[in-house]
C-alpha cells in the first residue's frame, strides 16, 4: 500500500511562484514514475509533469519552461517548482505515483492552487 500527501499549494498572485511537495510512504524507488495532475473547475483532469525512474522526465506544453519536478529519494519526496504562474494554472493538483511491482497507480487527496490576476 501506498499513501501520498501532498502539501505547499496556496493562492498567490500572477507571476509568483510556489513549490508543491508529494511525500510517499516507502521508498520512491519501487516507482515506475512519479508526477502531478491538475484539474480545474469543468475541465478534464490534465498531466501537468512526470519524472520516470528509468530516467528523463514529461512536461505539459502549457508549462514547459515554466515548471520544474524534481525528486529527493531521502526524503522519499517528489517536488514540482511553479513559475511565473498565470490564472489559467489554478486547479487542484494531485501527486500520482505507479509501482513497479505490481504496476498499480496511487493518488494524493490533492491540494488547491489559486492565482489571482
Known amino acids: 500500500q501506498v499513501q501520498l500527501v501532498e502539501s505547499g499549494g496556496g493562492l498567490v498572485q500572477a507571476g509568483g511562484s510556489l513549490r508543491l511537495s508529494c511525500a510517499a510512504s516507502?521508498?520512491?524507488?519501487?516507482?515506475?514514475?512519479m508526477g502531478w495532475y491538475r484539474q480545474a473547475p469543468g475541465k478534464q483532469r490534465e498531466l501537468v509533469a512526470r519524472?520516470?525512474?528509468?530516467?528523463?522526465?514529461f512536461y505539459a506544453d502549457s508549462v514547459k519552461g515554466r515548471f520544474t519536478i524534481s525528486r529527493d529519494n531521502a526524503k522519499n519526496t517528489v517536488y514540482l517548482q511553479m513559475n511565473s504562474l498565470n490564472v489559467e494554472d489554478t486547479a487542484v493538483y494531485y501527486c500520482?505515483?505507479?509501482?513497479?511491482?505490481?504496476?498499480?497507480?496511487?493518488w494524493g487527496q490533492g491540494t488547491q492552487v489559486t492565482v489571482s490576476s
Open positions: 500520482n505515483v505507479q509501482l513497479i511491482i505490481p504496476p498499480i497507480d496511487y
Open positions: 516507502g521508498r520512491i524507488s519501487s516507482f515506475n514514475y
Open positions: 519524472t520516470f525512474n528509468s530516467g528523463g522526465t
